[in-house]
């Protein structure tokens, strides 16, 4: 049965969780459009970020089977804490991507010659293997966009004490921020041999 105090929590955060979800997408999408060097920023591009943030979406993932199994175990206070450092890498995850793009033209999957341009030569190449790229990459980014609130929503539940309602959305959010951290590592695997450096 659900306490008052639980459901306060929870109604506590769901502006923020709302605006949160919201704002992300949007303003990552934002600041994605922008490059530095075009307002005048004299910076050198972030090319060391991309297998760091890979990384960091492979612990991602290594954390959240590790919570996982902690909290099957009886261990809720190691689960809390892997949660809230699964939590603090997709944070991380996310400013190093931002940093990356403002400071990096894009990468075109199949691009040889690294002039940005996907040539006919280059898409014969590459094949059958571009889809495949660009359906696991358009499930990814649907996927990190749907999974914001949900995350946030799993965590609120837990932070207010309402377990039972946070095992059952958990069962959803997991899977998804599961998929988004692996292929997150397989979208770097795939586009990194197209890098221009």
Not at 40 to 60: C, M, W
Request: charged residues 15%; hydrophobic residues 50%.
């Amino acid at each position: 049965m659900e306490t008052v105090t639980s459901e306060s929590i929870e109604k506590k955060y769901r502006v923020w969780i709302i605006v949160l979800s919201v704002a992300i997408p949007v303003v990552v999408a934002i600041l994605f459009g922008i490059k530095l060097k075009d307002l005048g920023f004299d910076v050198e591009p972030l090319y060391f970020l991309p297998p760091i943030y890979a990384g960091i979406n492979g612990l991602t993932a290594v954390v959240l089977i590790t919570a996982v199994m902690a909290v099957r175990r009886g261990k809720l206070k190691l689960h809390e804490n892997l949660m809230k450092f699964a939590i603090t890498l997709s944070c991380l995850f996310l400013a190093m991507y931002v940093a990356y793009h403002m400071t990096a033209d894009s990468t075109v999957f199949g691009d040889f010659n690294h002039n940005g341009v996907l040539e006919l030569s280059e898409q014969n190449k590459v094949g059958f293997s571009r889809y495949i790229y660009l359906f696991i990459l358009l499930f990814h980014i649907a996927l990190s966009i749907i999974i914001i609130p949900l995350v946030l929503l799993t965590y609120v539940r837990a932070l207010s004490k309402s377990f039972y309602r946070h095992k059952k959305l958990a069962r959803i959010t997991y899977p998804l921020w599961l998929y988004v951290a692996v292929t997150g590592v397989i979208v770097y695997l795939m586009i990194s041999p197209y890098y221009n450096y």
